[in-house]
């Protein structure tokens, strides 16, 4: 954070809790961070010249008399290749004891995607596990949840995903973890040699609860500075989102706000939203998928917290202990990922295209006269999965053979049906729209 030359220092609180302060003060925006009695702090509410902060570490040992200094921009994170293999701290300071990032300083937090330069997720995102990979296919760009109650191994759950998942950069986002999951996560990212595609902001237990807050935001900054910079797919774990909720409600419930169901803040929906819209494919390649975690009390899916996030995500993953083999599975039937048919619609397509095209070679050999085999092995070659192209086409050549494109078919093998010209019908003529920005802010 930069410091300034001239300073305005305020030594006069109006008000004390637990969570937050307020006093009067001038010239100071939303999220701005500020230093209470020597503790980090950020604005949450303003109304008029009074201004209240909510502070990270907690109010105890601030007195009415306490110096606050506002420093005049929101919190920030850099960012560079750097960023990989290092384990930081709420606010985006390394905590292995490593050297500082040097890089671009980017705001977190900021606005999502603009829909315009969005494109339909269908890419398959493969995690090894066959309750998801079979059955409720995930793909980039996808937001999706796992519903779990707490004395699942979720987080087990979750390293294995971020080890298995063919992804450029795995980020995770730990809120609430305790010691034994943060070494838990550390020692499994180190075994299996993937800490350079790894980039971790962590709070434990010992943290206190309202730093929380930063965690999902320090962890999606990073996620677009590569999807969007780099072009990379990134993943992005964040556990457990309870535990997020549970924060915001301190702080709600410290600034005297009326509690919504169960005791959660108003502005559940809208909090949970602003992280999960950040999932998004781009056009450039990059994509953040969005895996994240959410503890269920008592296995009550009613409650505010999993309720508000089954409206935004697409999809949700229950994880179930199974009395028959004692293991952890992914419940068959109370599980759904609402994107799965976009990747399965996509390969069937292709798959079909080059089968037609396999169909009509074999009913009308006589385009080859040679006997040659072009027209089968460009459709064996297209798109048809091992599996079934090692059945399909025993006589292709499958590991010499380049990928080719359906173009390599000739039209007159039938493979194709040609569309009936359209007469009689004007076009009307699009005018060349400028292009809209990347990022958005929403007025």
């Given at each position: 954070m930069t410091t300034r030359a001239f300073q305005k220092i305020y030594t006069k609180i109006e008000n004390i809790t637990k969570a937050t302060v307020t006093l009067r003060a001038e010239g100071v925006g939303n999220d701005e961070l500020a230093t209470v009695g020597g503790k980090l702090a950020q604005v949450v509410k303003i109304m008029g010249d009074q201004v209240t902060l909510q502070v990270f570490a907690g109010t105890e040992g601030i007195t009415t008399d306490s110096e606050v200094i506002f420093h005049g921009e929101p919190p920030k994170l850099r960012v560079s290749d750097n960023l990989a293999g290092r384990f930081f701290n709420a606010y985006g300071e390394p905590i292995e004891g490593g050297e500082q990032i040097e890089g671009e300083a980017r705001e977190i937090g900021g606005p999502t995607v603009n829909p315009f330069r969005r494109i339909q997720p269908s890419e398959l995102i493969a995690t090894g596990i066959a309750g998801i990979d079979l059955n409720n296919t995930i793909v980039t760009g996808q937001k999706i949840p796992f519903f779990a109650d707490p004395d699942q191994p979720y987080n087990a759950v979750m390293a294995n995903v971020a080890l298995r998942a063919k992804a450029d950069k795995i980020i995770l986002g730990g809120m609430g973890l305790s010691n034994d999951d943060f070494l838990y996560f550390k020692q499994v990212f180190e075994n299996a040699g993937a800490l350079d595609r790894i980039v971790s902001f962590v709070n434990t237990t010992e943290n206190p609860p309202v730093e929380r807050l930063l965690?999902?935001?320090?962890?999606?900054?990073?996620?677009?500075?590569?999807?969007?910079?780099?072009?990379?797919?990134?993943?992005?774990?964040?556990?457990?989102?309870?535990?997020?909720?549970?924060?915001?409600?301190?702080?709600?419930?410290?600034?005297?706000?009326?509690?919504?169901?169960?005791?959660?803040?108003?502005?559940l929906y809208s909090d949970l939203a602003k992280i999960y819209e950040k999932a998004v494919q781009l056009p450039n390649g990059g994509s953040i998928t969005i895996i994240a975690v959410t503890t269920l009390s008592g296995g009550d899916i009613t409650h505010a917290i999993p309720d508000n996030t089954g409206y935004i995500t697409e999809g949700q993953?229950?994880?179930?202990?199974?009395?028959?083999?004692?293991?952890?599975?992914?419940?068959?039937?109370?599980?759904?990922?609402?994107?799965?048919?976009?990747?399965?619609?996509?390969q069937t397509l292709r798959t079909l295209t080059a089968v037609s095209a396999l169909y009509a070679h074999q009913l009308r050999p006589e385009i080859e006269p040679d006997g040659s085999s072009g027209i089968a092995n460009a459709a064996c070659s297209f798109v048809i999965p091992h599996q079934v192209r090692e059945q399909a086409c025993p006589?292709?050549?499958?590991?010499?053979?380049?990928?080719?494109?359906?173009?390599?078919?000739?039209?007159?093998?039938?493979?194709?049906?040609?569309?009936?010209?359209?007469?009689?019908?004007?076009?009307?003529?699009?005018?060349?729209?400028?292009?809209?920005?990347?990022?958005?802010?929403?007025?």
């Amino acid at each position: 954070m930069t410091t300034r030359a001239f300073q305005k220092i305020y030594t006069k609180i109006e008000n004390i809790t637990k969570a937050t302060v307020t006093l009067r003060a001038e010239g100071v925006g939303n999220d701005e961070l500020a230093t209470v009695g020597g503790k980090l702090a950020q604005v949450v509410k303003i109304m008029g010249d009074q201004v209240t902060l909510q502070v990270f570490a907690g109010t105890e040992g601030i007195t009415t008399d306490s110096e606050v200094i506002f420093h005049g921009e929101p919190p920030k994170l850099r960012v560079s290749d750097n960023l990989a293999g290092r384990f930081f701290n709420a606010y985006g300071e390394p905590i292995e004891g490593g050297e500082q990032i040097e890089g671009e300083a980017r705001e977190i937090g900021g606005p999502t995607v603009n829909p315009f330069r969005r494109i339909q997720p269908s890419e398959l995102i493969a995690t090894g596990i066959a309750g998801i990979d079979l059955n409720n296919t995930i793909v980039t760009g996808q937001k999706i949840p796992f519903f779990a109650d707490p004395d699942q191994p979720y987080n087990a759950v979750m390293a294995n995903v971020a080890l298995r998942a063919k992804a450029d950069k795995i980020i995770l986002g730990g809120m609430g973890l305790s010691n034994d999951d943060f070494l838990y996560f550390k020692q499994v990212f180190e075994n299996a040699g993937a800490l350079d595609r790894i980039v971790s902001f962590v709070n434990t237990t010992e943290n206190p609860p309202v730093e929380r807050l930063l965690v999902p935001d320090m962890a999606l900054t990073a996620a677009e500075y590569f999807a969007v910079d780099k072009g990379e797919k990134v993943l992005v774990l964040l556990t457990d989102m309870t535990l997020y909720a549970d924060a915001l409600a301190i702080v709600s419930n410290r600034m005297d706000q009326i509690p919504s169901k169960d005791s959660m803040p108003g502005s559940l929906y809208s909090d949970l939203a602003k992280i999960y819209e950040k999932a998004v494919q781009l056009p450039n390649g990059g994509s953040i998928t969005i895996i994240a975690v959410t503890t269920l009390s008592g296995g009550d899916i009613t409650h505010a917290i999993p309720d508000n996030t089954g409206y935004i995500t697409e999809g949700q993953l229950f994880l179930r202990n199974d009395s028959d083999t004692g293991k952890v599975i992914v419940d068959p039937f109370r599980s759904l990922s609402r994107l799965k048919l976009a990747s399965l619609k996509q390969q069937t397509l292709r798959t079909l295209t080059a089968v037609s095209a396999l169909y009509a070679h074999q009913l009308r050999p006589e385009i080859e006269p040679d006997g040659s085999s072009g027209i089968a092995n460009a459709a064996c070659s297209f798109v048809i999965p091992h599996q079934v192209r090692e059945q399909a086409c025993p006589r292709a050549p499958h590991g010499a053979a380049k990928e080719r494109s359906v173009s390599a078919i000739p039209k007159e093998s039938g493979a194709f049906l040609e569309r009936p010209k359209r007469t009689g019908v004007k076009r009307r003529v699009k005018t060349k729209r400028p292009e809209p920005a990347l990022f958005e802010r929403s007025e």
